[in-house]
């Protein structure tokens, strides 16, 4: 399980609508959004995924003196990647209970869910594995709830020659 807090600033929040091509002004505007049924500035939908960066153990976030994968053509310092081990993104669901605004600070909590199986097309088998994340706000209420899930598949067995 682990357990970090987000800070959340209005630049975070402008410049992450900008990366994901959003210009509402809802984002960025205080004059604007004050004016809209938000009542001010907001963050986008998927914000929260931001939130990665504040996670002292998120694997692909560098750390000072430490090897890191790197983002260039060749990787700057460790020869494989950290992340998944194999998994792949499969899902992502949000559940919003009010909306994260600037000024929050948000205590984000990630604790395993479920995991089932299922067979792949060609015989092997996939294994789900699901997390849960929470953010809750200074008060302790529930902001948002994230669900992702993650899968992993392995090889079927191989069948011997008849």
């Not at 994901?20 to 963050?43: F, K, L, M, T, W």
């Not at 299922?118 to 088998?125: A, Q």
């Amino acid at each position: 399980m682990g357990q970090f807090t987000f800070p959340v600033e209005a630049g975070q929040i402008l410049l992450f609508a900008r990366s994901v091509g959003d210009p509402n002004p809802v984002y960025h505007d205080a004059q604007r959004a004050s004016e809209s049924e938000a009542a001010g500035i907001i963050a986008p939908p998927t914000f929260v995924q931001s939130s990665a960066q504040y996670d002292p153990d998120y694997p692909l976030r560098p750390h000072a003196g430490e090897p890191w994968f790197g983002s260039g053509r060749e990787p700057t310092g460790v020869t494989e990647p950290v992340s998944g081990g194999g998994r792949l993104h499969a899902e992502q669901h949000f559940e919003y209970f009010r909306q994260v605004r600037p000024g929050d600070v948000l205590e984000v909590t990630t604790i395993p869910g479920g995991t089932w199986e299922k067979t792949g097309r060609r015989g092997g088998r996939l294994v789900f594995e699901e997390q849960v994340t929470e953010y809750r706000d200074a008060a302790g209420e529930l902001v948002v709830r994230a669900r992702g899930v993650s899968v992993r598949p392995e090889k079927p067995v191989e069948q011997g020659a008849n």
